[in-house]
């Protein structure tokens, strides 16, 4: 079976920082692309970030590049979410998403972050 | 970059149909979308895939009361037969070459 699961969601003050992680399950995971997504409180969906199979092409939305950084380490099945000089806004829930033919095809539970002073 | 709109709710009654619909923005008329379901509390769930032709593959275990369409650059969810757990927010993603983008949402009542 298919699976993800985020971690390392958590609290932090404004300028902080946090990693998170969603370990992979159940599928090659060096194969396919994968996308972070994330979902303020009472809002609609709103895509982050999105790596290549290597980790070596990335993309990110404006309102996080130069700010969270996406990798991953396809010999542990993991993807990552780097997020530094955090900010009120980029508090929601986060989730990582399996891409298959460009689609958002297997989705983790998702990780709280909460950034507050 | 593309924009996918959506109405923000719809409703229906048990046992009936609704068709849910996202419209892609100019010069993105031919984009692929996917659906996806999210039951309240729950993270989204992957429905299917639709191309402008109105091909579409659905994800694994999605019943067969859900079928999509297309028409020009709107882009169609069906669900028939509605059932009290088809009730929650159902959204809509494109992709362009750099950038993903997810329309706000509607959110289905099922009477």
């Known amino acids: 079976e298919v699976q993800l699961l985020e971690s390392g969601g958590g609290f932090v003050q404004p300028g902080g920082s946090l990693r998170l992680s969603c370990a992979a399950s159940g599928f090659t995971f060096s194969s396919y692309a994968m996308t972070w997504v994330r979902q303020a409180p009472g809002k609609g969906l709103e895509w982050v970030s999105s790596?290549?199979?290597?980790?070596?092409?990335?993309y990110y939305a404006d309102s996080v590049r130069g700010r969270f950084t996406i990798s991953r380490d396809n010999s542990k099945g993991t993807l990552f979410l780097q997020m530094n000089s955090l900010r009120a806004e980029d508090t929601a829930i986060y989730f990582c998403?399996?891409?298959?033919?460009?689609?958002?095809?297997?989705w983790g539970p998702g990780t709280l972050v909460t950034v507050s002073s | 970059q593309p924009v996918l709109t959506q109405s923000s709710s719809a409703s229906a009654s048990l046992g009936s149909s609704v068709k849910l619909t996202c419209t892609l923005s100019s010069g993105h008329s031919r984009n692929i979308i996917a659906w996806h379901q999210q039951q309240p509390g729950k993270a989204p769930r992957y429905l299917m895939r639709l191309e402008g032709s109105g091909s579409y593959n659905k994800g694994s275990g999605v019943p067969d009361r859900f079928s999509g369409s297309s028409s020009g650059a709107d882009r169609y969810l069906t669900i028939s037969d509605l059932q009290s757990e088809d009730e929650g927010d159902y959204y809509c993603?494109?992709?362009?070459?750099?950038?993903?983008?997810f329309g706000g949402g509607t959110k289905l009542t099922v009477l």
């Open positions: 993603e494109t992709w362009d070459t750099d950038t993903r983008v």
């Open positions: 998403a399996q891409l298959l033919n460009s689609a958002s095809v297997t």
């Open positions: 790596t290549d199979s290597s980790g070596v092409i990335t």
